[in-house]
């Protein structure tokens, strides 16, 4: 490594990433061989352990995104602005696990890997490709200032969605193929329910972590930006010097 | 080349925008996702559930929907429609029941008092299935060709679920049609 390299590391991240580890080896020896099979899904059950921690950290990157984007809004903060980037980046993966084990999930358990009709099925993925415009608005490039405020206000309207898709399964209680709020409405046995808290808590830590490093990385990118452009300005001054200087002797 | 450099004039400021603007946008977005919203509840038809269908077998006619209900353990049967391997029982909901025969293999957690969802459509005919007594037993079946299903979010270990079938089966059964001994 160089000796001028930028880390975005620090002892923090360090001591969170150790913790991820350690938290995912428990999660895994938790849910494949301390929760017990569920009556009706079997092992199927098991996939709760990831798939409900990734659906609560999609609509908790969603918050931050909106709230990221609405104080760019109001106050053309930079800080918030990279803070609402970072969110959505990290809430797009967590969403695209979101369907990616849902479908997973609903293979055995539902008989179909996706349908049309269920409500919070295609809202979750209306807000998956909401997120992955707003990114795509991102790196269209353009005035700094023109994209960020582009990008805040698709956030915003992501988030709208946040609320639909958790109330959509109490909404169209009747009308929906997913089953109600396991953890609020759920019956979860003793160790599932400590289980699923175990995988909250790791991919809540997890998101903690990247969240600080996609955010480092997004404000050094910044810098660079700055830096880049003061350089460019200093060696355009420098030329014209020179031209001036030699069309003065001539 | 030096003229790149020299400052250029400032762009004259565009006017500022009144304030009734946006609150204007900000109404007219509240207004599309309430409209959204109210659009997405009382127009959205997934799955009619079995009393529905029954109620308005007339207008549905003989168009392919979407069923919902829960299948009575006492009904399901498996056998033949002609040559072709078929699953009948009868489903419940809302009080009402249907005879359903379902084409093709049923799905992995098919079972009694799971609802399952259902694509086919109304025939009017008695489910064509020998050894099939269908509950509804009404001159109509629904023929399905696609079956889904609709589990809850009980996640219970066996142990808990034998006490809790123990308790069911001293009753009526739990879509509310009592079976025949």
Redesign the interface.
């Known amino acids: 490594m160089s000796a001028g390299a930028v880390k975005t590391g620090s002892r923090t991240t360090r001591l969170l990433g150790f913790a991820v580890l350690v938290g995912v080896l428990a999660l895994i020896l938790l849910g494949f061989f301390g929760a017990?099979?569920?009556?009706?899904?079997r092992d199927a059950?098991r996939m709760?352990f990831v798939h409900v921690p990734s659906a609560f950290l999609t609509y908790t990157a969603l918050v931050i995104t909106a709230v990221g984007s609405a104080m760019w809004l109001w106050k053309r903060s930079r800080w918030w602005d990279i803070v609402a980037h970072s969110a959505a980046e990290i809430g797009v993966i967590f969403c695209g696990l979101t369907l990616f084990t849902g479908s997973i999930w609903g293979r055995?358990?539902?008989?179909?890997y996706w349908?049309w009709?269920?409500?919070r099925l295609v809202t979750t993925l209306i807000l998956f490709l909401m997120l992955v415009g707003c990114l795509a608005l991102r790196s269209a490039g353009g005035d700094e200032d023109a994209v960020a405020t582009r990008a805040a206000v698709v956030g915003l309207?992501a988030a709208?969605n946040v609320p639909?898709i958790n109330r959509s399964v109490e909404?169209?209680s009747?009308?929906?193929?997913h089953?109600?709020?396991?953890l609020t409405?759920?019956?979860?046995?003793d160790l599932?329910l400590f289980t699923l808290v175990v995988g909250i808590v790791v991919w809540a830590l997890f998101f903690v972590w990247a969240m600080i490093h996609r955010f480092r990385i997004g404000w050094l990118e910044r810098q660079l930006r700055a830096i880049d452009l003061e350089t460019a300005l200093v060696q355009?001054?420098a030329?014209?010097s020179t031209?001036?200087a030699g069309e003065t002797s001539q | 080349m030096t003229g790149e450099l020299t400052p250029r004039p400032p762009r004259p400021m565009r006017a500022r925008k009144a304030p009734w603007v946006a609150g204007v946008v900000v109404l007219a977005v509240a207004a599309a996702v309430a409209a959204l919203i109210v659009n997405l509840v009382e127009g959205s038809l997934y799955f009619y559930n079995a009393d529905e269908a029954v109620e308005e077998r007339a207008d549905i006619g003989d168009r392919r929907f979407t069923l919902q209900g829960a299948p009575i353990g006492c009904s399901i049967v498996e056998g033949f429609s002609g040559d072709e391997p078929v699953v009948a029982f009868s489903l419940s909901f809302g009080g009402a029941a249907v005879d359903v025969v379902h084409h093709g293999d049923p799905a992995e957690l098919f079972q009694a008092d799971v609802p399952v969802v259902l694509d086919g459509a109304w025939v009017e005919q008695p489910p064509p299935v020998e050894g099939f007594a269908g509950i509804a037993d009404d001159g109509w079946h629904f023929s399905s060709d696609r079956m889904r299903v609709k589990h809850d979010n009980d996640y219970i270990n066996d142990d808990e679920y034998a006490e809790r079938s123990a308790l069911s089966d001293a009753g009526a059964d739990s879509t509310g049609v009592v079976c025949e001994a």
């Not at chain 1, 055995?108 to 179909?112: H, I």
């Not at chain 1, 009747?174 to 193929?177: A, D």
């Open positions: 017990p099979e569920d009556d009706e899904q059950v709760i055995p358990t539902w008989n179909t349908d009709g269920d409500v309207l709208v639909i909404w169209w009747n009308r929906t193929l089953q109600k709020s396991s409405d759920g019956n979860l046995e599932t355009r001054r030329e014209a031209e001036s």
